[in-house]
Each structure stands twice: as structure tokens, then as C-alpha cells.
């Protein structure tokens, strides 16, 4: 194993619902296969209707490794991120891309347990859609004044997680 490929599986943000809400399936991919592959398939209520799959990944492994690798949509085949980006170019080492990773993964995970500590608790749904719940709790006056002070602190994690994020894995689309 090269240390671009573990790298990548050091990490497994970009399945596990830390980066992203869903994988957009490309209309030439057959949403029925993806069915068969085991992956829960959804289609968004707009107009023209997109299929997704979403985050985190039900063919992520607990060791990041991908069940489906060889048959995931588009969008997970030509996904690098930007860390993985920058060690394989040669612009940082790859113990500083590990060391991405690792605080990384220790700002998602603050952001879960804060997510449990006010109630949520549905590990199935990306940590932006959980995030997204609570903040309807709130606004609906669902929690109690206690619970403020936490979701204060998720408030604050959860931007320290999208501004990394925006900075060392998310990059430019290239069209």
C-alpha cells in the first residue's frame, strides 16, 4: 500500500457525512444498479429529478475502506481531495496531509458529540443535515435553555469543521 493510499484510508471523511450530505449519481449512471449495490437511492423532488445517495456511505467500512470501490458513482471516482492533492503533487509531506487528517477528523468528531449531547442522535444522516435538525429544534423553541449553551458550542464547532474543511479538502471543480 503507497502512502496516498493510506492516506485516504486514514481518513474516510469524504464517505462518512463529515464533508458531504450526498453523492449526486450522473445521469448516465443507473440509480437501480447502485440499488442492487446495496445503497438506499434517492431522487430530489425538483423538476428534473437528481438521484443521490446519501452521506455517510452504507459501503464505507469501519476500516475506510469502500465495499463497492470498484463499481461507486462518478462522483466518488474522480473525488480527491484537497489534502490528498497537495501530498501527491509534492507541495506538503504526506505526515503533514496525515496530520490534516487527524485534525480533520477530530473537528467532526467534536461536532458529533455535541450533536448527541442535544438529542441527535440518527448517525445515519451527514453531520450537516443533523446540524441543520437542530437548528430547526431551536427555532421551533424545542430545547430548553440549557441545551443553549450547547448548541452555542455546536454552533462554533461546526463552522471551525466547514472553514478546515473549505481550506485543506474541498477543491475548485474543474469543468
Known amino acids: 500500500m503507497n502512502a496516498a493510499e493510506k492516506l ?9 457525512g463529515s464533508l458531504f450530505d450526498n453523492v449526486r449519481l450522473g445521469g448516465d449512471e443507473d440509480p ?14 425538483a423538476k428534473l429529478p437528481i438521484a443521490f445517495v446519501r452521506q455517510p456511505c452504507p459501503a464505507l467500512c469501519g476500516d475506510c475502506t469502500c465495499r463497492i470501490y470498484e463499481d461507486r458513482p462518478h462522483q466518488c471516482r474522480s473525488f480527491e481531495c484537497g489534502v490528498f492533492k497537495d501530498a501527491s503533487s509534492g507541495k506538503i509531506t504526506y505526515e503533514s496531509a496525515h496530520r490534516s487528517v487527524v485534525t480533520g477528523r477530530r473537528k467532526a468528531e467534536k461536532v458529533k458529540q455535541l450533536l448527541r449531547m442535544l438529542g441527535e442522535t440518527e448517525d445515519t444522516l451527514s453531520v450537516g443535515a443533523r446540524f441543520r435538525r437542530v437548528q430547526r429544534q431551536v ?10 449553551e450547547h448548541f452555542a458550542a455546536l454552533g ?5 469543521l ?3 474543511a473549505h481550506q485543506k479538502f474541498y477543491t475548485a471543480e474543474v469543468e
Open 156 to 160: 462554533l464547532a461546526m463552522h471551525k
Open 139 to 148: 427555532s421551533a423553541g424545542g430545547l430548553d435553555a440549557d441545551a443553549g
Open 8 to 16: 485516504c484510508l486514514s481518513c474516510g471523511m469524504c464517505c462518512d
Open 162 to 164: 466547514d472553514l478546515f
Open 32 to 45: 437501480e444498479y447502485f440499488k442492487t449495490l446495496g445503497l438506499p437511492v434517492k431522487r430530489s423532488r
